[in-house]
């Protein structure tokens, strides 16, 4: 049974990188044809799609986060991780890892449970 | 960038009605890439319906999904206790990836 869990520090202050990992357990990162994504959603609001990528390296960003967004995996590891940079009180949000149901053009099938991260000094 | 609009915003009802969510697109989802998540509290959002009408693994035959284009629905043919939560839309068929923002379905 496919697992994601999210993993990273709960409060980042302002202006500095907000890092997470994905460890995905119960299947291979690599396995042909599936884009794993994350996706963020600050308390009390809606889903925001940041960025997937695929085992082989190749990612798509959000426009409206994309100067600030870097997706990598980790295949030995068989996880994928995102840094965020030069965040505000506005990037607080639970952050969810996902995989697709195969392609970037597919739904988001299996979520991790969420991790919040808080953005304060 | 696709903006999908859900309404109403909250849908009261009571057990055993049936619930009627709305998703309308600003331009047409491509091929029907349409998805639908529930999302309890403090729970990570749970897909139910993807490609607009294919139900996902585990849910029950009470949820369908319909439309095509601009205009999506997802019905909840007889709620039940584990069906009161929110509900989010989402495409996938143009980048970046967009979500509507969500109807809570809400016991009266």
């Known amino acids: 049974q496919l697992q994601l869990q999210e993993s990273g520090p709960g409060l980042v202050k302002p202006s500095e990188t907000l890092s997470l990992t994905c460890t995905v357990s119960g299947g291979s990162i690599s396995s042909n044809s599936y884009y794993w994504g994350w996706i963020r959603q600050p308390p009390g609001k809606g889903l925001e799609w940041i960025g997937s990528?695929?085992?082989?390296?190749?990612?798509y960003y959000n426009p409206s986060l994309k100067s600030r967004v870097t997706i990598s995996v980790d295949t030995s590891k068989n996880q994928f991780s995102l840094k965020l940079s030069s965040v505000t009180a506005a990037d607080t949000a639970v952050y969810y890892c996902?995989?697709?149901?195969?392609?970037?053009?597919?739904?988001?099938?299996?979520w991790g449970q969420g991790t919040l991260v808080t953005v304060s000094s | 960038e696709i903006v999908l609009t859900q309404s109403p915003g909250t849908l009261s009802l009571s057990l055993g009605e049936r619930a009627t969510l709305s998703c309308r697109a600003s331009q047409s989802v491509t091929s029907d890439f349409l998805a639908w998540y529930q999302q309890k509290p403090g729970q990570a959002p749970r897909l139910v319906i993807y490609?607009?009408?294919s139900r996902a693994t585990g849910i029950p035959d009470r949820f369908s999904g319909s439309g095509s284009g601009t205009d999506f629905t997802l019905t909840i043919s007889r709620l039940e206790p584990e069906d009161f939560a929110v509900y989010y839309c989402q495409q996938y068929g143009s980048s970046p990836l967009t979500f509507g923002g969500g109807t809570k379905v809400e016991i009266k």
């Open positions: 990528i695929y085992y082989s390296g190749n990612t």
């Open positions: 996902a995989r697709h149901r195969s392609g970037l053009r597919s739904d988001l099938q299996h």
């Open positions: 490609g607009a009408s």
